[in-house]
């Protein structure tokens, strides 16, 4: 009886030592987070937002806690995260997407998302976003200019997270350990509340290594595929611009031509009625002069 009394003294005396020692993990866990918050990070940008990329990179630095520093791998194995733009100006724009999306397809590419406006072919355009493998990109964007059509812009951004890769993995075996202690506890656990205080432990640390899993696999995905935006445009139709030229000179013409024939006929007009003018004038004259005449003579003397 007194050895069985003795036994569950040690278990809380080892469980109660073992809590305390997870809050003070827990506390440097926090130091370390505020800590990386502190330090900018190298965020992947230009990653889709429904990839989870976006802010993933800084959780990544949010999360890292001080390790010994690695020698850096060699720049054949560095993971990268690459995304690019490229405008392309097409005849058609119609056409040009489903070029576009079986040129992709060659390249072991998929169609990520689109937006398209095919109403109107002088004003048509079209977005489409690519994922497709990083050693496919050079080969991919080659295939499009001139075949499909001019390449009016390209804008690419590159992202080294080697080094952020590397740290989550420590950080996820860390996690792992952690949870597994925690639950060698909990088989051993003999009080309620020793149990109610593990459970809880456990439940958090479950949480995060959950959040650290998915950081891992947000990344990794980028790395994998690379991110390609095509911005298709209509190339300006040059018969229609000098069509449009065309008839802005015809039209200059026709009024020029209506000024001169409006013209002419006013001068035919005047030539016409030139002389009933001058007679009227004239006798207009001679009947002002005998009326003048008439009041002089009854003026009285």
Request: charged content about 25%; some cysteine; overall charge negative.
């Amino acid at each position: 009886m007194t050895h069985v009394h003795v036994s569950k003294r040690t278990l809380a005396a080892a469980a109660a030592a073992v809590i305390i020692g997870i809050g003070a993990t827990g506390c440097a866990d926090a130091e370390e987070k505020s800590a990386a918050t502190e330090a900018p990070a190298d965020v992947p940008s230009g990653a889709d937002s429904d990839s989870g990329s976006v802010g993933g990179g800084q959780a990544v630095l949010d999360d890292a806690t001080s390790s010994p520093q690695t020698p850096q791998a060699p720049l054949s194995t560095r993971k990268l995260v690459i995304t690019m733009t490229v405008g392309l100006e097409v005849e058609d724009v119609s056409t040009a997407v489903d070029r576009v999306i079986s040129l992709a397809a060659t390249h072991r590419g998929q169609l990520y998302d689109s937006n398209l406006d095919l109403g109107d072919p002088r004003y048509a355009y079209g977005d489409l976003v690519f994922k497709l493998p990083p050693e496919e990109v050079d080969a991919f964007l080659s295939g499009l200019d001139p075949a499909i059509g001019r390449r009016t812009s390209l804008q690419g951004n590159t992202s080294d997270v080697t080094d952020q890769l590397t740290d989550l993995d420590a950080q996820i075996k860390t996690a792992r350990a952690s949870v597994e202690r925690v639950r060698e506890l909990m088989d051993r656990a003999e009080t309620l509340s020793d149990i109610v205080v593990l459970e809880s432990e456990l439940t958090a640390r479950q949480t995060r290594l959950e959040q650290l899993l998915a950081q891992q696999s947000n990344l990794e995905s980028l790395v994998a595929m690379a991110t390609i935006t095509i911005h298709l445009t209509a190339a300006p139709d040059e018969q229609s611009a000098e069509d449009d030229d065309d008839s802005i000179g015809d039209a200059f013409r026709e009024g020029w031509n209506a000024f001169v024939d409006t013209l002419q006929a006013l001068v035919v007009f005047v030539g016409y009625t030139l002389p009933f003018l001058v007679l009227g004038a004239i006798a207009g004259l001679i009947a002002w002069r005998v009326k003048r005449s008439r009041a002089a003579g009854t003026r009285p003397e």
